[in-house]
């Protein structure tokens, strides 16, 4: 019923904006809203019937009457004395406040612009997100109020963009649409991080959704640092399209909030283009993390990896669905991938779904997953040697979640993650019998 509520809100409210719209450039009267709140009222919200949602339900984030508009804007320099989870990190370039950029600053060689400028978007907008096959997607697209339009250009390895997602929700409960679209020029090397956050003692739900272009030879580095801890919820939509010979590298680092799921599409579209995916995901409580990615190798000689490690504390879920799929003619294709995940509580629950699909003869493919506890004898051996068992644990916790952040190439921000894992272990070891 829930479901079906938020839904006929959602419509009527889109359809009133549309009558009383205007002709800006991303007014309700856009093409693509047309599609997108179209497709939205075909698809519904998933429900636990559907295969790619089989393992968790959606239904406590559509409890909530949430605000549908963006309330006032809060201040960003107020904004980093309350959000603890900033802390550690550079300084945000580029906020998006319940769904509206504003720009701190810029690195060199970094460009952003927004509709409400006045400005049209690149006429790639919304081209990379499966808009007609899923009800998240749709609905960012439909409702967001406008988009952060990033381009970034020249060999700049060593500083971070930093793009900080903060979804307010300090009177009523708030739904939030921000909606990222990030060109990585031809050759340039950049690094990007893309942090979330929640304000406020009411319900928040933030729908976001991205599109990354890595051009010919170009080279991203990013991070999605999901470490707020506040019970909200997330649904994040990052979709990649990999020119030739581009690389990309993701982490993703993620504690857990109430709910909590992560679609990462990576589309490889040039020859020899790399993409290489981590992450490191946490669960306590009853908070749920469900990480689904989905890597096509659509042309030759593209190579793919997959390390993700989980670990599941009280009566946590974490889901994992990874799929691999390689298209006719995507010849000499390398890809792998890999989960590995420790329970802690006979209650907490990892479920595992690795997937290939392969179309062309000469490939070389492999997925695998693992669950299980801590390596009694290791715990042992450290017991042995004086080491108390809560520490004993933590470290053993630490080491087996470093390997996904190990390669994070960010000095600032990969001490930044040992932190948080290191914090997160010692705790989890304390309250862990």
């Avoid at 904006?17 to 800006?24: A, I, K, R, T």
């Avoid at 904004?79 to 509206?100: F, I, Q, T």
């Amino acid at each position: 019923m829930a479901s079906h509520d938020l839904q006929t809100r959602l419509v009527e409210t889109f359809h009133r904006w549309q009558h009383d719209g205007d002709n800006l450039p991303w007014s309700p009267q856009h093409p693509l809203r047309h599609r997108a709140i179209a497709a939205f009222q075909r698809l519904g919200f998933p429900t636990t019937r559907h295969e790619d949602w089989k393992y968790t339900s959606i239904a406590p984030l559509l409890r909530p009457a949430y605000r549908l508009i963006p309330p006032p804007l809060p201040e960003p320099t107020a904004l980093l004395h309350w959000l603890p989870a900033l802390e550690g990190l550079p300084m945000p370039h580029v906020w998006l406040l319940n769904g509206l950029p504003v720009v701190a600053r810029l690195p060199e060689q970094g460009q952003c612009w927004s509709f409400l400028q006045n400005s049209e978007g690149p006429p790639s907008f919304g081209s990379l997100l499966p808009l007609e096959d899923e009800a998240f997607v749709a609905l960012n697209t439909a409702f967001a109020p406008d988009a952060a339009f990033v381009s970034l250009s020249g060999d700049s390895p060593d500083e971070v963009l930093h793009v900080a997602i903060v979804t307010t929700a300090e009177t009523e409960p708030q739904l939030a649409h921000p909606r990222l679209w990030l060109r990585i020029e031809p050759n340039a090397h950049r690094r990007v991080l893309v942090s979330f956050h929640s304000l406020g003692a009411h319900p928040s739900l933030t729908n976001a959704a991205a599109e990354l272009l890595v051009g010919p030879g170009a080279h991203l580095e990013l991070v999605v640092w999901e470490t707020d801890t506040t019970p909200a919820y997330l649904i994040t939509t990052f979709s990649a399209l990999l020119e030739q010979h581009a690389r990309l590298g993701v982490w993703h680092v993620a504690l857990g909030g109430a709910v909590t799921r992560n679609n990462l599409y990576i589309r490889l579209a040039g020859s020899g283009a790399d993409a290489q995916l981590f992450g490191a995901m946490m669960v306590e409580g009853q908070q749920i993390i469900d990480h689904r990615t989905l890597v096509e190798h659509r042309v030759e000689q593209c190579t793919s990896n997959q390390l993700y490690k989980s670990v599941a504390d009280d009566q946590g879920t974490i889901t994992f669905s990874g799929r691999i799929h390689v298209y006719p003619g995507a010849q000499k294709t390398n890809a792998y991938q890999s989960h590995r995940a420790v329970l802690l509580s006979e209650k907490a629950t990892v479920n595992a779904r690795p997937q290939l699909e392969i179309y062309a003869d000469d490939v070389r493919c492999t997925h695998g997953a693992t669950t299980g506890s801590l390596d009694e004898e290791a715990l042992f051996y450290l017991r042995c040697r004086g080491i108390p068992h809560a520490e004993a644990q933590a470290l053993l916790l630490q080491a087996f979640l470093a390997e996904a952040i190990s390669l994070l190439p960010d000095e600032v921000v990969r001490s930044r993650a040992e932190a948080v894992l290191e914090e997160w272990a010692h705790h989890t070891a304390e309250v862990t019998p």
